[in-house]
């Protein structure tokens, strides 16, 4: 199986482990990832503004990249995900936004959101299947384990489409294909406080202070995230509980760590 790939610019620094080892486990499961050409920061959040045209370029130009090859193109951070989904969803949905963003860009065949973008998660689930995925774990992950999915990976539901937004499975399936046992939260999905860490630090530690309580209250013994921003501030925020990407657990699960 291969795929265009978008790692996006935080895996290629503070979040490395979350690209290495997404590679070295597709590798182990028999799906081969190429990067996109000449890739660019998708611009780091989703600017809702529809006139914003030039912050979708970045992701156009990859969407249309993986069209080209006649893949489907695969993220792994949350935000990267967030925001090249929902402007592939403009792309095919909102004729202003298409035409502007044809327009700067001068394709030689304009880009109408032919790309079929997916997370690594639903590659796991929906391309390999959990089933073939528990069949390649060599250690099983034996701890008790809470997914932190955050806002960006599940909203706008009807955008991203990977699993329901208020109840969502996908992790915790992940975790029982690895071997784990899923202790579910009732703040698993809500925001860490984001980008305040930079200009009002109190807001997301007081976030991840009540998220990370909740995890520890029903007995978590590691913590799971796909967002970068996620990890930096559960982290620094979560006191003990251990936080990893489920990249690198995946990892661990599979022998490649």
């Known amino acids: 199986m291969k795929y265009s790939y978008y790692p996006g610019c935080t895996l290629k620094t503070k979040a490395k482990e979350l690209d290495v080892y997404a590679r070295k486990c597709a590798e182990k499961l028999g799906v081969e990832l190429t990067e996109v050409d000449d ?23 990859a969407l249309n990249n993986a069209k080209e090859r006649g893949q489907s193109l695969v993220t792994v951070c949350s935000a990267c995900h967030n925001v090249i989904k929902r402007v592939n969803y403009d792309m095919a949905n909102d004729a202003f936004v298409n035409a502007g963003a ?35 774990v060599v250690n099983p992950v034996k701890r008790r384990i809470s997914a ?10 009807n955008v ?5 937004p208020e109840n969502p499975r996908i992790m915790e399936d992940f975790i029982s294909a690895i071997g784990g046992t ?33 995890f520890k209250a029903k ?12 990890m930096y501030n559960l982290k620094r925020n979560s006191g003990d509980l251990p936080v990893v990407y ?12």
């Open 246 to 257: 489920f990249s690198e657990i995946l990892a661990e699960a599979l022998g490649v760590k």
């Open 160 to 164: 991203m489409a990977m699993d329901d």
């Open 39 to 61: 890739w660019q920061c998708c611009g780091g959040v989703y600017t809702t503004s529809r006139d914003e045209i030039v912050t979708k370029l970045s992701s156009v130009r």
């Open 182 to 214: 899923p202790v579910v939260s009732p703040y698993r999905n809500e925001c860490c406080g984001a980008y305040l860490a930079v200009t009002d630090p109190a807001v997301p530690a007081r976030h991840c202070g009540y998220i990370t309580d909740s």
């Open 148 to 157: 932190y999915y955050g806002c960006l990976l599940l909203r706008p539901g």
């Open 102 to 136: 044809n327009n700067y860009l001068q394709l030689a065949t304009p880009y109408n959101g032919e790309t079929k973008v997916i997370h690594f998660l639903e590659l796991l689930r929906d391309e390999i299947g959990f089933e073939n995925v528990k069949k390649a």
């Open 219 to 230: 007995g978590a013994e590691t913590v799971i995230t796909a967002c970068p921003l996620c």
